[in-house]
């Protein structure tokens, strides 16, 4: 069993950054791959990135690449999203999730995630 709590969203402006926090508790946070979702106002759920327990393996939604760069650290039970270039259409609920089996490129669909955190708000004004 594995407890998320996301930190760090707020307010800021096109073309800021910030940087999402996923704190985890529970045993074995070191063997779950752990991605990022978001969820904007009537819209679906989408992926963002996710990271394997090594932290060497990282994919990235095509709309994030390249802006956000997701890492973990073991050490501290943390997994972060750090967000660049940020654009209105960033603007959703940030929710972190563990992933339960091997992570892939295809590692894109939140059922294949069970452990979800609250979610922490991201909106970017224009």
């Known amino acids: 069993q594995v407890q998320l709590v996301e930190s760090g969203g707020g307010l800021v402006q096109a073309g800021g950054s910030l940087r999402l926090s996923c704190a985890a508790s529970g045993r074995t946070f070191n063997t779950y791959g752990m991605g990022w979702f978001r969820q904007a106002p009537g819209k679906e759920r989408e992926f963002v990135a996710v990271?394997?327990?090594?932290?060497?393996?990282?994919y990235y939604a095509d709309s994030v690449k390249g802006r956000f760069t997701i890492s973990r650290d073991n050490a501290k039970v943390t997994v972060y999203l750090q967000m660049n270039s940020l654009k209105p259409e960033d603007t959703a609920v940030y929710y972190c999730?563990?992933?339960?089996?091997?992570?892939?490129?295809?590692?894109?669909?939140?059922?294949?995630?069970?452990?979800w955190g609250q979610g922490t708000q991201v909106t970017v004004s224009s």
């Open positions: 990271i394997s327990w090594s932290g060497v393996d990282r």
């Open positions: 999730a563990a992933a339960t089996e091997r992570i892939s490129p295809s590692s894109s669909s939140s059922y294949q995630y069970p452990y």
